[in-house]
């Protein structure tokens, strides 16, 4: 479902209450369960299903948190494949259109997709932060810079 980018920051305010609440939870059930020498109920199903309700809303939060990053960073993808494309462009300007297209493409198709898809991956899973799913953009931007720098030489 879609979700506005002004309702995010709520949602992920909520998330982190309930990830709060059941960190409390599972610690006050462990910490009455080891004072009454109850053992064997430490790892019983309703532990499993608290450390499963975590484990989801955790995740829940971490997709929430990625999102707006996500959403800044495929909308700006287009200037960076402007600043790689103008410069391509103008440097083969005399030769033809597919070789050109995909001397742009291919870069794009073997560089930027994967940092973006492995940083969204990745970010949604809390593995990293979310910021990282601008890597892509930035190393085409840097490209790009890099290229419009050659062109201006000429």
Known sequence: AYTAMRDIPNLIADQQ???????????????????????????????????????DTLGSMHRLQTEPPRRWANGFSCLAFVL??????????NSDLMSSFFMCFGPILIVYYPFLLVGVDRAKRGEIPPECVWIGNIMLALWGL????????Y
């Open 17 to 55: 209450t309930r990830v709060d609440q059941t960190r409390q939870a599972l610690a006050l059930r462990s910490g009455l369960k080891m004072l009454s020498g109850d053992f064997d109920e430490l790892a019983n199903q309703d532990a499993r299903n608290l450390e499963n309700q975590l484990r």
């Open 146 to 153: 890099w290229l419009l720098k050659k062109v201006f030489r």
């Open 84 to 93: 790689v494309g103008a410069p391509m462009a103008i440097r083969r300007r």
